[in-house]
Structure formats: C-alpha cells, structure tokens
C-alpha cells in the first residue's frame, strides 16, 4: 500500500502562484508515473501534469507554460508550481501515483486551490 499527502492549496489572486506537493510513504517501490489531477464543481477530474521516474513530464494544454511538475525518487515527492494562476483553475487537485504494470493507481484526499479574479 500506498499513503499520499498533499499540502499547499489555498487561496490566491489570479495572476499568483502556489505550491502543492505530494509526499508517499509505504510501498513507494511499487510506484511508477505520479502526476496531479483536479476536479472543478459540477466537472470531471482532469489530468493536470504527470512525471514519470525518468523525468519524462506531461502536461494539460491548459497549464502548459505555467504549471511546472517536479520529482524527488529519493524523498517521493512530487511537486507542482503553479504560476499565473487563473480563476478557471480553481478546483480539487488531486495527487496520483500510478502502479507498475497497470496495476490501478494510488491517490491523495485532494486539496483545494481556489484562484479569484
């Protein structure tokens, strides 16, 4: 098993930043791609960022240029920088640790980024 905690969600401005990260604990071993997702009210969760164990980063559309995702293999965490927030990034976001052979995935309680205009 897996445990993953978020923290760094808040409130902010439109045109700020936050921080989130993810730390795992337990059978990190068994973890291969992490990543953040996020779900608005009333939306489906969408994929936000994901970063493999090479480093290989993947990204929204619509947070490319603006969110970075960053990996730590020794400390598991990930983490991601988000600038130049947006009212319409406001949501849930959610932290993702996928199982080696497509085994399902692992995720966090989720935190709540919310951006005003």
């Known amino acids: 098993q897996v445990q993953l905690v978020e923290s760094g969600g808040g409130l902010v401005q439109a045109g700020g930043s936050l921080r989130l990260s993810c730390a795992a604990s337990?059978?990190?071993?068994?973890?291969?791609?992490m990543g953040w997702y996020r779900q608005a009210p009333g939306k489906q969760r969408e994929l936000v960022a994901t970063i493999s164990r090479g480093g290989i980063t993947n990204y929204a559309d619509s947070v490319k240029g603006r969110f970075t995702i960053s990996r730590d293999i020794a400390k598991n965490i990930v983490t991601l920088q988000m600038n130049s927030l947006k009212p319409e990034d406001t949501a849930v976001y959610y932290c993702?640790?996928?199982?080696?052979?497509?085994?399902?995935?692992?995720w966090g309680q989720g935190t709540q980024v919310t951006v005003s205009s």
């Open positions: 993702n640790a996928a199982r080696l052979k497509g085994l399902g995935a692992y």
């Open positions: 337990g059978s990190t071993f068994s973890i291969s791609t």
